[in-house]
Nanobody, 118 residues
Framework: QVQFVESGGGLVQPGGSLRLSCAAS????????MAWYRQAPGKQRELVAV???????IYVDSVKGRFTISRDNAKNTVSLQMNRLKPEDTAVYYC????????????WGQGTQVTVSS
């Protein structure tokens, strides 16, 4: 089972940017859908963005136009560029992969904390 390690989180002011990175323990070439998820305090984990093996991307409405997901199959990494951050983006962010964004099959990492606050 592929494991994922997330990094790049931190404290940022509203309107700021962060770039999250996810490193896989094995090849992601055969994983159709790579995705970022987030879990805010007291809430369930939610799917944020998906990129499939063909490069097609899907975003939850709340981040459309602000976040960009990308994958590098050669480096076994997935990134999430987050711009114009809002306080409601505050959460622990995780990456995972599987046959679809709703079917993650890898081991969950510890995630990376993103806090948007002035």
């Amino acid at each position: 089972q592929v494991q994922f390690v997330e990094s790049g989180g931190g404290l940022v002011q509203p309107g700021g940017s962060l770039r999250l990175s996810c490193a896989a323990s094995g090849s992601i070439l055969s994983i159709y859908a790579m995705a970022w998820y987030r879990q805010a305090p007291g809430k369930q984990r939610e799917l944020v963005a998906v990129v499939n093996s063909g490069g097609l991307t899907i975003y939850v409405d709340s981040v459309k136009g602000r976040f960009t997901i990308s994958r590098d199959n050669a480096k076994n990494t997935v990134s999430l560029q987050m711009n114009r951050l809002k306080p409601e983006d505050t959460a622990v962010y995780y990456c995972n992969g599987g046959p679809s964004g709703n079917s993650p099959r890898g081991s969950w990492g510890q995630g990376t904390q993103v806090t948007v606050s002035s």
